[in-house]
């Protein structure tokens, strides 16, 4: 019961389904008007064609076929589209600012401070001082020395002396040596070689190579800058500096001075004590041994004996004392006044603004063909032979002869003789006396004495008073403009240049397989299929019809293979003629 209601609706839906032609499954490039379970197709411009399949040309195919339609195809293409963004950076700027400072200003003062002096007070005073001296007194005395001389006579004698010398006797001799030698004997031969030579072969080939390269595209932009320009400004000033200037003042003082001269004197100086060694005489005898005599020295023996004496001058220094009148400078610290202009420069900051053009650069991509000409080298073998001469050589044995002539020196012994001259020396004593004169000193002594003046330096305290100059600082509070800098945010405009994909639809034609129908045109359910398949749009229709009618939408029966088809649709089983 609840399917009897939806009879009528479904009916006025199928009489407008059949009434407005149906458009073709792809994109309408196909209508599927007129179709039939005999195998009737349609083409692209609607006329049928009997037992063929459909192209897209109208062409038909005989049977069972496939037949080309138009596809909506969507491709997706990368744009480059300009884009503007902002963005934030940090500009630096000054700003004016009023800072309170203090500074030390020196200031000159005056004082007077008494202050103690040690002054010098000199008092000659008198001494007198006993001293000895140990005044030389000379004596003259002889004494007489006895002693000997070994006086040398000389007396030349001759001998004679056998003595043998070797002398050499040389020989000439000969013999014959007999040797071997290894003599080359050289054999030419001849032998054939194979070898494989692998020869190039070059072959050109063309190949073409699609590139792309960034075409840089320039673009002049302007843009205002603002800045800042600090002028100098000078401005002339006064202050005043106290200062101190020493001053010389001359005075007169009376001072004792130490002066002297120089007397030269002369005095005797007994000669130093001289250490003198005396040999004793010695004795003589013969040697029966060494056939000669040996003289024996005496004992040696040390003396003192006083030198001579000398005169010698020397300098006295004499020392004297006197008075002199000096001029003495003394320095006096005086304390003065004076103005100083002096120029204080100063930054007075100054606004301005520029234009600055920059360039903007882009990159276009732009697409190239080269075409490449490369050389391709295959090795092929190649078979040659050559002859090649080669030399054998073999080692002969030669006897052969040589005669070779030495000398032998033999020693004989030869007696000669010579005669000799040689002198014998005698030693001969003689006795000898001599008189020494020799000065004796004795050093006696001698009192003396003398008064000496020396001078006694007494400090005595004296107060004076001076007049000092000293600088205080105080402190001074002033203004001062400084430029502060700070940092704010500034917002600044730029392009950016990205790809967007975009969506393209294009036709492209499809081959679409299409089978022989199932049922024959001799079908009595031929008919009844047709009308229900016909439309391409009545495929749910068909779908709900079956659902509702129990399996047979279209009003066709199991029988003609049919009811699978409508079921499906008209795209999914083409057997049905639709």
Known sequence: MKRLWLLPALTIISIVSGANAAHAAYS???????????????????SAVAGGSVVADGSAVAGGGSYTVMRTVRETVMEQVEETRYRTRNEVYFEDQVVNRTRMVPETHQKEVQYTVMVPSYETRQRTINYTVNKPVYETREKVINYTVKKPVYETRTKTINYTVMKPVYEQHQRVINYTVKKPVYETRTKTINYTVNKPVYETRQRTINYTVMVPTYETRTRNINYTVYNTVQEQKVRTENYSVSVPQTYTKTITVKGGHWETRTETVPG?????????PGTSYFDA?????????GKCRVECVQGCPKTICKKVWVPTCEEKE???????????????PYTVCRRVPECRTKTVEYKVCKMVPECRTKTCNYTVCKMVPECRTKEVCYKVCKMVCENRQKTCNYTTC???????????????????CEPRTKVCKYTVCKMVPECRTKVCEYKVCKMVPECRTKTVCYTTCRKECYQETIKVKKCRKVCEPYTVTRCVPRVVC??????????????????????????????????PIRSLLKGLLGGHGCGCSNDCGCDAGCDAGCDVAPACGC
Do not use: H, L
């Open 28 to 46: 309408g490039a196909i209508s599927y008007e007129g179709c039939s379970s005999c195998g009737g197709s349609v083409v692209a411009d609607g």
């Open 272 to 280: 130093p004590m001289i250490r003198r060694t005396v040999r004793e």
């Open 289 to 297: 041994a060494t056939c000669r005599t040996v003289y024996c020295p």
């Open 326 to 340: 000096v001029t003495c400078t003394k320095y006096v610290t005086e304390c003065r006044t004076r103005e100083i």
């Open 410 to 428: 033999k020693m004989v012994p030869e007696c000669r003789t010579k005669t000799c001259n040689y002198t014998v020396c005698k030693m001969v």
């Open 506 to 539: 294009k036709q492209v034609p499809v081959e679409v397989c299409c089978p022989a129908p199932a049922c024959g045109c001799a079908d009595p359910c031929a008919d009844a299929c047709a009308p229900a398949c016909a439309p391409a749009s009545a495929g």
